[in-house]
């Protein structure tokens, strides 16, 4: 399943759709995170595909 994962704000607004996206991906789901650039590093850090907003 694809799944898109839209957030915006601080950090600690970020973190719980970042484990959330991947406990998602450890489960066999392609994850997106839409989120602020400044967070593009820690998304994709974690091997996540990410969409500025």
Same mark, same amino acid.
Request: glycine share 10%; no cysteine.
């Given at each position: 399943?694809? =799944?898109? =994962? +839209?957030?915006?704000?601080?950090?600690?607004? !970020? +973190? @719980?759709?970042?484990?959330?996206?991947? %406990?998602?991906?450890?489960?066999?789901?392609? =994850? +997106? !995170?839409?989120? @602020?650039? +400044? /967070? %593009?590093?820690? !998304?994709?850090?974690?091997?996540? %595909? /990410?969409? @500025? =907003?």
């Amino acid at each position: 399943m694809r =799944v898109a =994962v +839209q957030t915006l704000g601080t950090r600690g607004d !970020i +973190q @719980p759709y970042l484990t959330l996206a991947l %406990e998602l991906t450890h489960r066999g789901n392609h =994850v +997106q !995170i839409a989120a @602020p650039t +400044q /967070f %593009e590093a820690m !998304i994709t850090g974690h091997g996540l %595909e /990410f969409a @500025p =907003v």
